[in-house]
């Protein structure tokens, strides 16, 4: 089955930087659109950025852009988030997720980042 396990999250000051990964199995990985997503405490899910299969198309909320970088390693079955110039409202819960179709339909647990003002 698919599984996504993401890392890299932990507490950061404001304006410093964190890397997060998403490790897949379980998929044709280089078959697959990869998103991220956050969830801050009472919050909906927000759109981060995503993908394409092949790296060749990346798409960023605005509030990001600049900021954070999504990049991917087909080779190792990894997609990644550079994220620097934290801001406090940049904490939340981090998830990564497969695009199959039109929908994002398989999830990682999470990855939490803190960001301290």
């Known amino acids: 089955q698919v599984q996504l396990v993401e890392s890299g999250g932990g507490l950061v000051q404001a304006g410093g930087s964190l890397r997060l990964s998403c490790a897949a199995s379980?998929?044709?990985?280089?078959?697959?659109?990869m998103g991220w997503f956050r969830q801050a405490p009472g919050k909906e899910r927000e759109f981060v950025g995503a993908?394409?299969?092949?790296?060749?198309?990346?798409y960023y909320t605005d509030s990001v852009k600049g900021r954070f970088t999504i990049s991917r390693d087909n080779v190792k079955n990894t997609v990644s988030l550079q994220m620097n110039s934290l801001k406090p409202e940049d904490a939340a819960v981090y998830y990564c997720?497969?695009?199959?179709?039109?929908?994002?339909?398989?999830w990682g647990r999470g990855t939490k980042v803190t960001v301290s003002a």
């Open positions: 997720a497969v695009r199959v179709g039109t929908t994002y339909d398989f």
């Open positions: 379980g998929l044709t990985f280089s078959s697959y659109t």
């Open positions: 993908i394409n299969w092949s790296g060749g198309s990346i």
